[in-house]
């Protein structure tokens, strides 16, 4: 069999320096290998050859569910929507599948847990997709003592699957480090990284016990904000801080804004509310007035800028999100809001039960 990087997955080569999977040839020997790229990606920060393509992780998601017995799906608690594409969602419903709500550890410290587990499990059902869930943290370890105990009960090949960046690979890195099944006989680790489309192949780890995990490339998602930027400005976006909210209190002709990136403009409001704004990443929604619109739009220092937006009107009920895929979202309290919603052409959104805060469950 061809061997691969262990990192990212790709068929180790020695001929192309610029392409995936790239070993000189005086290093290859029978040992594990990483590639360059990995290499470059864990030691320096640095992809220089970049994402995974859509058609290529979808080719590759696709033979390993051949192969699977069973799938994990991860989704990324702070992008859910954006984690459930009807494509993806379609390929693995037919499979055991477990769903792991990672990246527990940036929702706000007194965030109950189990609360948060019947949320998704709520959302997911209201997709039409019954799954188990399990909210988990790969960066603190939450919730993987239940993801073990499943594993183990699934006793075969176990797929782990989701979009670009949600966590996938640390997941498989945690999971190997806790000794699942024995633990593996090797030493290197799937390659974790900021920049979204990593893991270019699937891979897998056979564990002392004789069955095996294998990572896949993550799906490549349409309308996530994140995904239309460089690399760098994308790296801005991505959820890695705990979920920070403001809470505004917005009238007719006031606006929430992201310099460059999104406008959220009041037209009505059906009584006294105010309005949240919720960011994982390195950047965070402001009041202005309508007024200024253009101006928080058009005039930015950020690197990137948008050349074509798209606008829409929704209407915001109380104690529901509207999540903007890739970036964040605003939840309304107390009162209706009509928006005019204002973001780059192409970027998603998804209304929902609030996930923060105190909610009503059917
Ligand atoms: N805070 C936090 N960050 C996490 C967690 N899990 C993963 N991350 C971060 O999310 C980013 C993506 O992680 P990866 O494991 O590379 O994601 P992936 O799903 O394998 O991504 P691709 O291979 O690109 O599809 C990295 O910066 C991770 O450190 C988590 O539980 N909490
Ligand atoms: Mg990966
Ligand atoms: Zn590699
Ligand atoms: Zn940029």
Redesign the pocket.
């Known amino acids: 069999m061809q061997k691969q990087c262990k990192g990212?997955g790709a068929a180790i080569q020695s001929s192309r320096p610029d392409d995936y999977g790239y070993v000189p040839e005086h290093l290859l020997g029978d040992e594990e290998v990483i590639c360059q790229r990995c290499f470059r990606i864990s030691h320096y920060g640095l992809d220089e050859i970049g994402?995974?393509l859509a058609q290529d992780s979808i080719k590759a998601i696709r033979a390993g569910l051949d192969w699977a017995d069973g799938v994990l799906l991860?989704v990324?608690l702070i992008d859910f929507e954006a984690g459930l594409p009807q494509e993806l969602i379609g390929l693995i419903r037919e499979k055991p599948c477990l769903v792991a709500a990672?990246?527990?550890?940036?929702l706000p410290k007194q965030t109950p847990l189990p609360e948060v587990r019947r949320w998704v499990k709520e959302r997911l059902d209201h997709m039409g997709f019954r799954a188990e869930v399990i909210v988990?943290?790969?960066?603190?370890g939450e919730g993987f003592p239940q993801l073990a105990d499943w594993i183990q009960d699934l006793k075969g090949n176990l797929l782990i699957a989701?979009?670009?960046?949600?966590?996938?690979?640390?997941?498989i890195?945690r999971l190997l480090q806790m000794r699942l099944g024995g633990g593996y006989r090797g030493s290197q680790k799937?390659?974790?990284?900021?920049?979204?489309?990593?893991?270019v192949e699937c891979s897998s780890w056979e564990l002392i016990t004789g069955f095996r995990l294998a990572?896949s490339?993550?799906y490549v998602p349409q309308g996530r904000l994140s995904d239309l930027l460089c690399p760098e400005c994308a790296r801005e976006l991505?959820?890695?801080h705990r979920l920070s909210s403001s809470l505004y209190p917005i009238e007719k002709g006031h606006v929430l804004h992201i310099p460059g990136l999104a406008g959220i403009e009041c037209v009505q409001v059906h009584g006294e509310g105010v309005l949240m704004g919720f960011s994982g990443s390195g950047v965070g929604w402001r009041k202005s007035s309508a007024k200024h619109l253009d101006k928080w739009l058009w005039e930015h220092e950020r690197h990137c800028s948008v050349d074509s937006w798209e606008h829409k009107s929704i209407t915001l009920q109380p104690n529901t999100d509207l999540m903007i895929h890739g970036l964040g979202w605003v939840s309304a309290r107390k009162t209706t809001y009509d928006l005019r919603i204002h973001l780059p052409a192409g970027v998603r959104i998804s209304l929902r039960p609030n996930l923060i805060g105190p909610k009503k469950f059917r």
């Not at 799937?190 to 893991?199: E, K």
């Open positions: 990212c994402p995974v991860v990324d990672n990246k527990a550890d940036l988990v943290s790969a960066a603190a989701g979009v670009t960046n949600v966590g996938k690979s640390r997941v890195a799937p390659t974790v990284s900021p920049y979204p489309g990593t893991t990572d490339p993550g991505i959820p890695d």
